[in-house]
């Protein structure tokens, strides 16, 4: 079974912190992503992976940055957390080279900032 | 970027009867689409798929595509109360990305 395990469950932090949210998956898969989900706009993709030090940015990239220093690590950086960020935020891996391409998700973490 | 539009519900279905959800997206194209669970406080988690090619049945689970109407649906039979869940359906786009619905909720009732 793909596994995909993220650092925290739930965090709070303050205004104006730096934010680091860990991800980390033992498939093998190439591909990851942060996806934040928020009531009524649904999941909202911020960065993706398709390779180690590779990083696209998704549709809501402002206020966050990435890192993918290893194959199975993929970290989101809030650099400076605000209010707007309070979300549920999701990392999930697919594999590349298949037809479909099914994500397989982490448990999330819940962040409140303050 | 693609489309995909969902019933936001509640969608409130008997116990025993069958669930619809349905799903449209914009991208006539598409060719790969996918159906997760997700309960409250959980993660999403992938319950089907479908090709362009052909519908999908597993157990109770099946999985329809309209490409002239460019809709999928997903129907739950026999529906139970542990299917209650946001339902998120979601497209492939390129050779990675998926695009989600904002999800359909589902409360069946005993």
């Known amino acids: 079974d793909v596994k995909v395990t993220q650092s925290s469950r739930y965090l709070v932090k303050r205004t104006g912190e730096k934010v680091f949210l860990e991800c980390v998956q033992d498939?093998?898969?190439?591909?990851m992503f942060w996806y934040r989900q928020d009531p009524g706009l649904g999941l909202r993709l911020i960065y993706f992976?398709?390779?180690?030090?590779?990083?696209e940015k998704g549709d809501i990239p402002e206020g966050y940055s990435v890192s993918r220093e290893k194959k199975e690590r993929f970290s989101l950086i809030l650099e400076s957390a605000s209010t707007n960020q309070t979300s549920m935020y999701l990392c999930?891996?697919?594999?590349?080279?298949?037809?479909?391409?099914?994500?397989?998700f982490g448990p999330g973490t819940r962040l409140t900032v303050l | 970027q693609k489309e995909v539009e969902q019933n936001s519900g509640p969608l409130s279905v008997p116990e025993g009867a069958i669930a619809s959800l349905n799903c449209t997206y914009s991208d006539r194209g598409s060719q790969s689409f996918f159906w997760y669970r997700q309960y409250s406080g959980k993660s999403p988690e992938l319950i089907m798929f479908?090709?362009?090619?052909g519908d999908k049945e597993d157990g109770r689970f099946t999985a329809q595509l309209n490409k002239a109407s460019q809709y999928v649906s997903l129907l739950i039979r026999d529906s139970q109360p542990s299917d209650s869940a946001t339902y998120l359906c979601a497209v492939r786009e390129g050779a990675q990305k998926l695009v989600f619905g904002q999800g359909t909720r589902l409360t069946i009732n005993p």
């Open positions: 992976s398709y390779d180690v030090k590779m990083k």
């Open positions: 999930a891996s697919s594999r590349s080279g298949q037809v479909l391409g099914t994500q397989y």
């Open positions: 479908i090709y362009s090619n």
């Open positions: 498939m093998d898969h190439e591909n």
